[in-house]
């Protein structure tokens, strides 16, 4: 059978949407450093990210829920990071 067009565009959209946030997240475990990321922002975009996984869930979606779910993973790590920092336990 031939993947249609949403699968087509849907899986390359889940590896490039959630590997972009690979490199943030790595840079802000290994330095610590998150003196240029906002905390409504990014506390924001996490919980966007949980509904569009609940959606994505909803639908029965296996592109919107992976991409979702590796994306929540990797955004969680940099809002924990900063909301770490903000209560002054990361120097």
């Known amino acids: 059978m031939t993947p249609d067009l949403?699968?087509?565009l849907g899986y390359p959209a889940v590896f490039l949407t959630t590997v972009a946030f690979v490199p943030q997240a790595w840079q802000s475990w290994r330095t610590r450093d998150l003196s240029g990321i906002s905390l409504p922002m990014y506390a924001l975009f996490t919980l966007g990210?949980?509904?569009w996984l609940g959606y994505g869930v909803a639908i029965g979606s296996l592109p919107v829920i992976a991409a979702n779910t590796g994306t929540l993973l990797l955004a969680s790590v940099v809002l924990w990071l900063k909301v770490w920092e903000v209560r002054g336990r990361i120097r």
């Open 49 to 51: 990210v949980a509904l």
């Open 6 to 8: 949403s699968t087509l």
